[in-house]
């Protein structure tokens, strides 16, 4: 494992993209930790003398708001620093449930074959055949809008992609030596699936986790958006953009920052994820 | 042919999935769905059992689900309680907005993307390749509500080139023909009376959502194209090609390319559920009376019967892509007919 690590890490270093991507992920993070620490103002906190304030370096800004202020007073830049750990704890949680749920039916479906095997990937085909953000709105539109459901929903639409990544992954490998070696010594289906076979499968796993936290954070922001994640006053970043739809004329910083911050995060995962790519799958990085 | 009848076979369990996930729909929704459908402020209780019974709801559950599909059969999806228009009249008024604005950029993004990628896989590794590779990564990572709202801040606000919403000028009554106001304003009696203007109009109007909708289409087909030429330019035929004394244009144009498309039209083809994801973003920004605005709003408005048929006819026209696809790919692909 420590080698598999260092190994993938030695690759990595030679991408300079998924650098790129590791560091502004790292910094989200940090930045999510310290935000209490390092927000100049509380988020939901109204200074109703100063609305819609642009930002400091622009004339008529205020030094004390630095990315100025939104439509009742917030402090806009305290607002997106909170709005990185509403969207990192969107994807971690999306990737985290989407994972768990679709290693499980993947690997069931891929080791035992035949009517589960069916079964499964029948509905997994059902849900890929609706269009990602429709599924999730049907999702919302039973459950009522919310971070939690929009959360739910998104995670719904996401396990296809593990359970089929999972489920060919486990048929290539359920046949090897290993697994008869394994099956002689006694092991049970379960001992067999989830610890001889899944660990073989890690690599498109990682990648597909990693890309999985892009889609997982677009998806929950465009809910947000059209107002069925995320409510007022939590300060997520689609949501933010959808209260500033009505200023994008007097107040054109309301509509682009929140943006730009979504834009970076999901970059930065698509990024590294790319590198992921390249190096666990030799067969891909000869093309590129 | 064997192929091709199983997979329309296997189209018979994903239809009827589709349809009892909408059926299944306004069953879920907690509460009770008669009152979802009066609305909230209830309603007297002979009017209550008059619509429990109107609606079939007094039945056992199965048999609701066989008139439900009965009904749909029969093109029968329910009627919009807001507007009161049955629910396929409502969607095939909105239908033609949202294929025209999705034809439009999907056919840029096709134009485009294509040339781009051939270009960057020949000039591999270079600048342009590089560039290119990234403005695509950062295209596929747009959260496209974002980007239709900086287009608008630019383009309409700022520089006062393109309208703000809506498919074509107030002042033009545009008699529906095709429904695609691209093809009707050319009609001779609009042009005889109105001119170019309703044209121009209905053109101007498409140009910023049609960007916003095609920058992931625009980028996935460039990284495909790109991808997929390498592949295939890395292949022995391609050695023998030009040794063979054939000039590079040939090469790339004939040879190569012909084979590196049957990928790319895949992709291109499964965009189409990516299209129908944008569009409802997309028509919600621009104010374009397309289905996803309809959708949307059905679902602020709590229109179930709406959301129910919306979900259904749009499920069903990816599903139909979808065997649309695998049909002209079997006869792209020789390799898939034996």
């Known amino acids: 494992m420590k080698i598999f690590i260092k190994e993938l890490f030695f690759e990595l270093k030679k991408n300079k993209g998924s650098m790129i991507g590791i560091v502004i992920i790292i910094i989200s993070c940090l930045v999510a930790i310290l935000a209490p620490i390092i927000a100049p103002h509380d988020p939901t906190n109204v200074y109703t003398e100063y609305l819609r304030l642009p930002p400091s370096f622009v004339t008529g800004g205020n030094p004390q708001f630095f ?24 994807g971690f949680a999306v990737v ?18 035949g009517f589960i095997d069916k079964t499964i990937m029948r509905i997994t085909d059902l849900i890929m055949s609706l269009p990602s953000i ?29 359970v089929r990544i999972i489920r060919a992954q486990v048929m290539a490998e359920k046949n090897r030596q290993y697994v008869h070696a394994a099956r002689l010594f006694g092991a049970g289906h379960f001992r067999i699936m989830f610890i001889e076979i899944l660990p073989n499968c890690m690599a498109p796993l990682i990648v597909q986790a990693t890309l999985g936290f892009s889609d997982g ?22 949501t933010m953009l959808s209260d500033a739809r009505s200023y994008i004329e007097s107040s054109p910083w309301m509509v682009t920052l929140p943006g730009v911050c979504i834009l970076v995060i999901v970059l930065s995962f698509n990024l590294l994820g790319d590198g992921l790519r390249d190096a666990l799958d030799p067969r891909l990085k000869k093309q590129n | 042919m064997k192929y091709l009848s199983k997979k329309l076979l296997d189209l018979i369990p994903t ?72 629910v396929w009249s409502e969607f095939a008024e909105r239908f033609p907005a949202t294929v025209e604005l999705g034809m439009i950029s999907l056919f ?36 496209i509500f974002w980007w239709g709202l900086i287009l608008i801040l630019f383009f309409s606000v700022k520089l006062g080139l393109t309208p703000v919403s809506g498919r074509i000028d107030f002042i033009y009554d545009i008699p529906t023909f095709t429904g695609f106001y691209l093809i009707d304003t050319l009609r001779p009696e609009v042009i005889t009376a109105e001119g170019f203007a309703p044209f121009i109009s209905a053109l101007r109007h498409l140009i910023l959502p049609s960007i916003a909708l095609g920058t992931i289409p625009l980028a996935v087909i460039a990284r495909m194209t790109r991808s997929s030429m390498l592949e295939v330019l890395g292949e022995d035929y391609m050695r023998t090609a030009k040794a063979k004394g054939m000039s590079k244009k040939r090469i790339i144009f004939i040879h190569a390319l012909r084979n590196a498309l049957v990928p790319i039209i895949t992709t291109i083809a499964l965009l189409f559920g990516s299209i129908i994801t944008g569009a409802i973003l997309t028509e919600t920004i ?34 139909m892509t979808n065997i649309l696809v695998d049909i002209i790919y079997y006869f792209l692909n020789p390799k898939m007919r034996n």
């Open chain 1, 217 to 238: 954070i677009l998806n929950c922001a465009a809910l947000g958006f059209l107002g069925l994640g995320a409510q007022a006053p939590m300060s997520e970043w689609g």
């Open chain 1, 96 to 113: 985290l449930i989407s994972l768990v749920i679709g290693t499980f039916l993947g690997v069931i479906a891929g080791y035992f074959g």
């Open chain 1, 134 to 162: 429709l599924f999730a709105i049907v999702i919302v539109a039973i459950m009522g809008p919310g971070i939690t459901n929009a959360i739910v929903a998104v995670s719904i639409v996401a396990v296809p992609n593990f």
């Open chain 2, 286 to 319: 621009f104010s374009w009376p397309g289905i996803g605005k309809w959708i949307v709003a059905s679902i602020t408005a709590r229109d179930y019967p709406v959301i129910q048929g919306g979900v259904l006819i749009i499920s069903f026209i990816i599903v």
């Open chain 2, 15 to 86: 239809l009827l999935g589709i349809s009892l996930i909408s059926f299944f729909l306004i069953r879920l929704i907690p509460g009770d769905p008669v009152l979802n459908l009066i609305g909230e402020r209830g309603a007297d209780p002979v009017r209550y059992l008059e619509m429990k019974k109107s609606l079939g709801l007094d039945l056992p559950i199965i048999e609701q689900f066989w008139i439900y599909l009965k009904n749909i059969l029969r093109g029968d999806l329910g009627t919009s309680v807001i507007s009161n228009n049955s």
């Open chain 2, 108 to 143: 840029f993004s096709i134009l485009i993307g294509i040339p781009l990628g051939i270009f960057a896989a020949i000039k591999r590794n270079s600048f342009f390749d590089y560039f290119l590779m990234s403005s695509s990564l950062i295209g596929y990572s747009m959260p």
């Open chain 1, 67 to 90: 990315f100025g202020t939104d439509d009742l007073g917030r402090d806009l830049l305290s607002r997106l620093i909170y709005g990185s750990q509403v969207s990192l704890s969107v």
